[in-house]
């Protein structure tokens, strides 16, 4: 109903896309994988032959960058809108 809120979400997602495509490949593939596909822990793990405390950190690397990304690339982008 509100073509300005579509446009703002498909600018937001082409914004996080281009975050995530420049994170190091393994770490953009585990977060995708836990938080887009919902794989739970011991999947991923077992995809990838890797232990769970690599995947929390590689998680915790790709919420850092992407929070990084969108900042610079997002929201203070938004701020300048206002």
């Known amino acids: ?6 446009l ?3 600018a937001f997602w082409k914004t996080f896309h281009d975050c995530a495509g420049r994170l190091p490949k393994n770490v953009s593939r585990v977060f995708l ?3 887009l596909d ?3 822990t011991d999947e991923i793990c077992a995809l990838l032959n890797i ?6 950190v590689m998680l915790h690397r790709a919420r850092m960058a992407l929070r990084r990304c969108l900042e610079a690339n997002w929201f ?3 701020g300048e809108k206002e």
Do not use: C, K, Q, V
């Open 33 to 35: 994988l836990r938080e």
């Open 38 to 40: 919902d794989l739970p």
């Open 8 to 10: 703002d979400n498909a």
């Open 76 to 78: 203070e982008r938004l």
């Open 51 to 56: 232990t769970p405390n690599n995947l929390w």
């Open 1 to 6: 109903p509100n073509p300005g809120a579509a």
